[in-house]
């Protein structure tokens, strides 16, 4: 037997023994551990059913709370609800509520009513005995730790295992005391468990037993464990689990029973028999495999030597590595040929790394050049071109399909420019470049375009082997010079005058200006352009040219004059170029003499007036910053500002031309009328909806809050009026709407500042007035005390301080509430009544004549009057008998006089009166009043004739007054 054959029984035999000892013992193991596995899966399919089993009992557990929370229950079992037993204990709520068996018990655990299902006959029927005294006989079943606990578990009776739920009677607001127990049964019958087996997807059976189980009974099924589930194969096909419930009352217990196949262990079986085939087929194949393997690296050594070499010499892979590993005489030639693969390697890298830089180079050539803006390429000396860019393609319209049919360089020339390009290329040849000349390109589709050329010859030694250069399409700079040289002939012929310069200094003036004044452009050129030829050489052009700087662009109008110093009328267009200030600015400037102009408009503006008005009009509404819309008499939108476009999103274009109220959708969310339809409404129905409006004349005011608009909504103070034709008709009606939101939330955090302030004032004015008050009470006991007269004069001094403190701190009570408050519209008339209220005496007459006049000021406006009695009274003299009140109206302003009889005021202090701490009381009367009149504007004086009585003249602004009429 040769080595060969000796390798191949001793590996296959080793091998064979191997594969057989994994199979026992995989076979073993296997099978240990699908039984296992299948013991495990019983186990949890069994806690899976009790889960079921569980969230029933929870079921029947929620619904029994459902009816003994229940304020009807709660009458019946205290006997106050007899119409509770038809109403919910007949036969269709109880087959819906899916419960066999209910038990009422009274607080005095006395039986109030029971009652069971009878499905077969489909009526309710009652309860046995023998199944009352079961179940009342449970210990503690009608005692409870709490008004809201229960009781639930399972029961065997007579009819077999049921689960039990018993819980206290209480009010339907969880509120005591219980005043008894009602008792739910339902009987884990055959359907039962039969839905139970579906909801668990398992087969359950569920039977009831009276003797001690093997194992520990459950009283809570959340308590099992793995031990306390019995696991028993009952035949090759079924396995089943069993785990055992105690019973409420201790009597019996549930057997509770999953059956299921044994699918588990068949199915392991079947894979271990798979996986032992599998083990064998796998042996076989790693015996042939190990033999192929040996007799390969063994008795083929020389074979892979040659296959070594060829591929060593293809793929040049691990070229440090040895041809072949051994100490035999094949390793030993591999060695000895190893050296000369080193040196061809290496070689055929140099190659590989010249030709990949090279190509490398070309690569990135070729894209920067594709890169560039102009029209690159590279040509031998006959033009016939061998590279050119994207760039190149592209103005000149070919494809790149178009090289395959080959470029030459005179398909990118126009004929016309052939003579002047060869002459170019002759220059190239004998090795000179070019250098910026201009040729007439054409294009793909034999358009013209003209082009500089800038190239330079290719050297191969001593040699011109070709040329490369690039091309710039010079079309726009072309249009542009024609441009420019028809722009300059424009301005020098245009018959307006064109002025140029940097600063205050003219550059430039076009024959026009100068031919305008009779005089030559150098007389302008470096001077001031006011200097020459105008009437106001004192004028400032660098404050025109801050103008023009701020807006980009200046218009006014200045007269000129000519060398014959006669004058004409010049418009003046002054136009920023370029630059930051004044000083450095570039500028033009374009004069037109306007003296035919003004002629014209004199003859026009009789007919342009109204139209210019109208337009005018249209632009002032269009710009004003306040949101504005106009309908017309029907209520159709006629015009929508740009304010209002901004503020509801909607275009002009999109509203012009609808009505019917679609114009309030973005404000309340729906079609109503808005502030301007009042004004139109005859009726007087429209203006109800708007509860704070206001009027002026034609016009109505109001503030709104718009909830639906923005985030958290939005304040807005409108004005409508109506709109009059020529013959004082109404066309329309115009609304303005300005967004106050800001000044409303800053007026409320204000409010709520002032409210704080004034409340700690408060505080502290009333800690000072009680120490004011023990202070006064405790001079007189000091007076008292010591009777000297140095004692009583610094008493005396104490009590005027103490007194002027009380007076001042009752100032600050009344002036802390100034302008806390909106200013609203006051009747002056009834104020003055109510403040002749007073107690004045039988002597002194007050005359008032302001009824019907209405006053918008701050609601101390009150205060007002009552002081300009209470000063009368005060200081007017004995003589006094009489005050009169009356109003006058001149140059829209209103005058309220308050005049008395009295001594008067001397001319020296008609304005010291008003100061504050002036006077010979508090000193704070009339400075109060001035103070609560200004918050509106109201201005006061006192106009009287010193020894025939005081006059007080209050005057109203316009807008802040108005007659009863015209008050909402």
């Given at each position: 037997?040769?080595l060969?054959?000796?390798?191949?029984?001793?590996?296959g035999?080793?091998?064979?023994g191997?594969?057989?000892?994994?199979?026992?013992?995989?076979?073993?193991?296997?099978t240990?551990?699908?039984?296992?596995?299948?013991?495990?899966?019983?186990?949890?399919?069994?806690?899976?059913?009790?889960?079921?089993?569980?969230?029933?009992?929870?079921?029947?557990?929620?619904?029994t709370?459902?009816?003994?929370?229940w304020?009807?229950?709660?009458?019946?079992?205290?006997?106050?609800?007899?119409?509770?037993?038809?109403?919910?204990?007949?036969?269709?709520?109880?087959?819906?509520?899916?419960?066999?068996?209910?038990?009422?018990?009274?607080?005095?655990?006395?039986?109030?009513?029971?009652?069971?299902?009878?499905?077969?006959?489909?009526?309710?029927?009652?309860?046995?005995?023998?199944?009352?005294?079961?179940?009342?006989?449970?210990?503690?079943?009608?005692?409870?730790?709490?008004?809201?606990?229960?009781?639930?578990?399972?029961?065997?009776?007579?009819?077999?295992?049921?689960?039990?739920?018993?819980?206290?009677?209480?009010?339907?607001?969880?509120?005591?005391?219980?005043?008894?127990?009602?008792?739910?049964?339902?009987?884990?019958?055959?359907?039962?468990?039969?839905?139970?087996?579906?909801?668990?997807?398992?087969?359950?059976?569920?039977?009831?037993?009276?003797?001690?189980?093997?194992?520990?009974?459950?009283?809570?099924?959340?308590?099992?464990?793995?031990?306390?589930?019995?696991?028993?194969?009952?035949?090759?096909?079924?396995?089943?689990?069993?785990?055992?419930?105690?019973?409420?009352?201790?009597?019996?217990?549930?057997?509770?029973?999953?059956?299921?196949?044994?699918?588990?262990?068949?199915?392991?079986?079947?894979t271990?028999?798979?996986?032992?085939?599998?083990?064998?087929?796998?042996?076989?194949?790693?015996?042939?495999?190990?033999?192929?393997?040996?007799?390969?690296?063994?008795?083929?050594?020389?074979?892979?030597?040659?296959?070594?070499?060829?591929?060593?010499?293809?793929?040049?892979?691990?070229?440090?590595?040895?041809?072949l590993?051994?100490?035999?005489?094949?390793?030993?030639?591999?060695?000895?040929?190893?050296?000369?693969?080193?040196?061809?390697?290496?070689?055929?890298?140099?190659?590989?790394?010249?030709?990949?830089?090279?190509?490398?180079?070309?690569?990135?050539?070729?894209?920067?050049?594709d890169?560039?803006?102009?029209?690159?390429?590279?040509?031998d000396?006959?033009?016939?071109?061998?590279?050119?860019?994207?760039m190149?393609?592209?103005?000149?319209?070919?494809?790149?399909?178009?090289?395959?049919?080959?470029?030459?360089?005179?398909?990118?020339?126009?004929?016309?420019?052939?003579?002047?390009?060869?002459?170019?290329?002759?220059?190239?040849?004998k090795?000179?470049?070019?250098?910026?000349?201009?040729?007439?390109?054409?294009?793909?589709?034999?358009?013209?375009?003209?082009?500089?050329?800038?190239?330079?010859?290719i050297?191969?030694?001593?040699?011109?082997?070709?040329?490369?250069?690039?091309?710039?399409?010079?079309?726009?700079?072309?249009?542009?010079?024609?441009?420019?040289?028809?722009?300059?002939d424009?301005?020098?012929?245009?018959?307006?005058?064109?002025?140029?310069?940097?600063?205050?200094?003219?550059?430039?003036?076009?024959?026009?200006?100068?031919?305008?004044?009779?005089?030559?452009?150098?007389?302008?050129?470096?001077?001031?352009?006011?200097?020459?030829?105008?009437?106001?050489?004192?004028?400032?052009?660098?404050?025109?040219?801050?103008?023009?700087?701020?807006?980009?662009?200046?218009?006014?109008?200045?007269?000129?004059?000519?060398?014959?110093?006669?004058?004409?009328?010049?418009?003046?267009?002054?136009?920023?170029?370029?630059?930051?200030?004044?000083?450095?600015?570039?500028?033009?400037?374009?004069?037109?003499?306007?003296?035919?102009?003004?002629?014209?408009?004199?003859?026009?503006?009789?007919?342009?007036?109204?139209?210019?008005?109208?337009?005018?009009?249209?632009?002032?509404?269009?710009?004003?910053p306040?949101?504005?819309?106009?309908?017309?008499?029907?209520?159709?939108?006629?015009?929508?500002?740009?304010?209002?476009?901004?503020?509801t999103?909607?275009?002009?274009?999109?509203?012009?031309?609808?009505?019917?109220?679609?114009?309030?959708?973005?404000?309340?969310?729906?079609?109503?009328?808005?502030?301007?339809?009042?004004?139109?409404?005859?009726?007087?129905t429209?203006?109800?909806?708007?509860?704070?409006?206001?009027?002026?004349?034609?016009?109505?005011?109001?503030?709104?809050?718009?909830?639906?608009?923005?985030?958290?909504?939005?304040?807005?103070?409108?004005?409508?009026?109506?709109?009059?034709?020529?013959?004082?008709?109404?066309?329309?009606?115009?609304?303005?709407?300005?967004?106050?939101?800001?000044?409303?939330?800053?007026?409320?955090?204000?409010?709520?500042?002032?409210?704080?302030?004034?409340?700690?004032?408060?505080?502290?004015?009333?800690?000072?007035?009680?120490?004011?008050?023990?202070?006064?009470?405790?001079?007189?006991?000091?007076?008292e005390?010591?009777?000297?007269?140095?004692?009583?004069?610094?008493?005396?001094?104490?009590?005027?301080?103490?007194?002027?403190?009380?007076?001042?701190?009752?100032?600050?009570?009344?002036?802390?509430?100034?302008?806390?408050?909106?200013?609203?519209?006051?009747?002056?008339?009834?104020?003055?009544?109510?403040?002749?209220?007073?107690?004045?005496?039988?002597?002194?007459?007050?005359?008032?004549?302001?009824?019907?006049l209405?006053?918008?000021?701050?609601?101390?406006?009150?205060?007002?009057?009552?002081?300009?009695?209470?000063?009368?009274?005060?200081?007017?003299?004995?003589?006094?008998?009489?005050?009169?009140?009356?109003?006058?109206?001149?140059?829209n302003?209103?005058?309220?006089?308050?005049?008395?009889d009295?001594?008067?005021?001397?001319?020296?202090?008609?304005?010291?009166?008003?100061?504050?701490?002036?006077?010979?009381n508090?000193?704070?009367?009339?400075?109060?009043?001035?103070?609560?009149?200004?918050i509106?504007?109201?201005?006061?004086?006192?106009?009287?004739?010193?020894?025939?009585?005081?006059?007080?003249?209050?005057?109203?602004?316009?807008?802040?007054?108005?007659?009863?009429?015209?008050?909402?």
């Amino acid at each position: 037997m040769d080595l060969r054959a000796k390798t191949f029984l001793i590996i296959g035999l080793t091998l064979l023994g191997g594969i057989a000892l994994i199979i026992l013992f995989s076979f073993t193991l296997l099978t240990d551990s699908y039984a296992q596995f299948e013991e495990d899966d019983t186990r949890q399919n069994l806690i899976k059913g009790l889960k079921v089993l569980s969230y029933e009992k929870d079921q029947i557990y929620s619904l029994t709370g459902d009816w003994s929370r229940w304020d009807e229950t709660y009458n019946f079992v205290q006997d106050k609800n007899d119409e509770y037993i038809i109403q919910n204990l007949n036969y269709a709520s109880i087959h819906n509520l899916g419960i066999d068996l209910l038990i009422f018990v009274r607080g005095d655990s006395t039986l109030k009513y029971a009652t069971r299902i009878n499905t077969t006959a489909g009526r309710m029927e009652s309860v046995p005995d023998e199944i009352l005294s079961q179940v009342l006989s449970i210990p503690d079943i009608c005692t409870f730790e709490s008004i809201l606990d229960g009781k639930s578990g399972f029961i065997i009776l007579p009819d077999g295992p049921a689960i039990i739920v018993a819980e206290p009677i209480i009010t339907s607001i969880y509120e005591g005391p219980s005043v008894g127990t009602l008792i739910c049964i339902e009987y884990l019958n055959e359907a039962k468990v039969k839905t139970l087996s579906s909801i668990a997807d398992l087969h359950l059976t569920i039977s009831s037993i009276h003797d001690f189980p093997l194992i520990k009974a459950l009283n809570e099924i959340n308590e099992i464990t793995t031990s306390d589930i019995i696991v028993t194969p009952e035949s090759d096909t079924n396995i089943t689990g069993t785990s055992y419930l105690s019973s409420i009352d201790s009597n019996g217990f549930l057997e509770f029973t999953v059956t299921l196949p044994r699918d588990i262990i068949t199915q392991g079986k079947a894979t271990i028999l798979t996986f032992i085939l599998f083990l064998m087929i796998l042996g076989l194949v790693v015996i042939v495999v190990s033999l192929i393997i040996i007799d390969r690296f063994v008795l083929f050594r020389l074979r892979t030597l040659i296959e070594n070499i060829k591929n060593r010499n293809t793929e040049r892979a691990q070229i440090d590595a040895p041809l072949l590993e051994g100490d035999d005489e094949f390793s030993r030639l591999a060695k000895e040929i190893h050296p000369i693969f080193l040196e061809l390697n290496q070689s055929q890298k140099d190659l590989e790394e010249h030709n990949r830089l090279l190509s490398e180079s070309e690569r990135k050539y070729r894209e920067l050049a594709d890169l560039l803006p102009e029209f690159v390429f590279e040509a031998d000396l006959d033009g016939n071109i061998s590279f050119i860019n994207q760039m190149g393609m592209k103005i000149s319209g070919h494809r790149m399909d178009d090289k395959n049919t080959g470029f030459h360089i005179l398909n990118f020339i126009h004929p016309q420019s052939h003579p002047q390009f060869l002459q170019a290329l002759d220059q190239i040849r004998k090795g000179k470049p070019i250098n910026g000349t201009e040729f007439s390109g054409i294009n793909h589709n034999g358009e013209t375009y003209p082009i500089t050329v800038y190239a330079s010859p290719i050297w191969s030694g001593s040699q011109v082997t070709g040329f490369r250069g690039f091309a710039i399409d010079i079309s726009d700079r072309k249009e542009i010079e024609n441009s420019l040289r028809k722009l300059a002939d424009i301005v020098e012929h245009t018959s307006t005058g064109i002025v140029t310069g940097t600063g205050a200094n003219v550059d430039y003036v076009n024959a026009a200006y100068s031919q305008m004044h009779g005089m030559e452009p150098a007389e302008f050129i470096g001077k001031n352009p006011f200097l020459v030829g105008t009437r106001y050489p004192e004028k400032n052009f660098l404050s025109y040219l801050d103008s023009a700087l701020f807006s980009g662009h200046a218009t006014f109008e200045l007269d000129h004059i000519r060398s014959d110093n006669s004058v004409f009328p010049a418009l003046h267009d002054l136009t920023i170029l370029s630059g930051t200030s004044a000083d450095n600015a570039v500028w033009s400037l374009n004069v037109q003499d306007i003296t035919e102009q003004r002629l014209a408009w004199k003859a026009l503006i009789d007919s342009e007036a109204l139209r210019e008005s109208a337009r005018q009009l249209r632009d002032v509404i269009s710009r004003l910053p306040d949101a504005t819309f106009v309908i017309d008499k029907d209520g159709w939108v006629i015009f929508w500002n740009q304010a209002m476009e901004h503020l509801t999103g909607i275009q002009e274009a999109d509203i012009i031309g609808r009505g019917r109220y679609e114009y309030a959708i973005p404000f309340y969310g729906e079609k109503r009328p808005m502030l301007l339809n009042a004004v139109l409404d005859k009726e007087g129905t429209i203006i109800k909806l708007f509860p704070n409006v206001s009027r002026s004349g034609d016009s109505l005011f109001t503030d709104e809050t718009f909830p639906k608009m923005g985030k958290g909504g939005k304040y807005f103070s409108s004005m409508a009026g109506p709109l009059f034709d020529s013959k004082g008709n109404i066309i329309g009606a115009i609304q303005s709407m300005r967004d106050i939101t800001a000044r409303i939330m800053a007026e409320q955090a204000l409010m709520r500042t002032n409210e704080k302030l004034n409340l700690l004032s408060s505080i502290t004015r009333h800690d000072i007035r009680n120490r004011v008050t023990v202070i006064l009470g405790l001079l007189p006991l000091l007076k008292e005390a010591r009777n000297d007269p140095e004692t009583a004069e610094i008493v005396k001094i104490m009590d005027n301080a103490t007194r002027l403190i009380h007076d001042q701190i009752e100032f600050t009570r009344v002036y802390q509430n100034l302008g806390i408050q909106s200013p609203e519209w006051k009747d002056a008339g009834f104020l003055v009544r109510k403040a002749a209220e007073i107690g004045i005496p039988e002597r002194i007459t007050v005359e008032n004549n302001l009824s019907g006049l209405f006053i918008y000021a701050d609601p101390l406006l009150e205060r007002v009057f009552y002081n300009l009695i209470d000063n009368a009274l005060r200081h007017a003299g004995p003589n006094l008998s009489s005050i009169r009140f009356s109003w006058y109206s001149i140059d829209n302003e209103v005058c309220i006089c308050c005049e008395d009889d009295g001594q008067g005021i001397p001319d020296d202090l008609k304005e010291r009166i008003f100061d504050r701490g002036y006077g010979s009381n508090t000193g704070l009367g009339l400075f109060l009043v001035r103070e609560i009149l200004s918050i509106t504007g109201i201005r006061i004086f006192e106009t009287g004739t010193y020894g025939k009585g005081a006059r007080f003249e209050i005057w109203v602004p316009s807008g802040g007054y108005s007659e009863k009429d015209n008050i909402d």
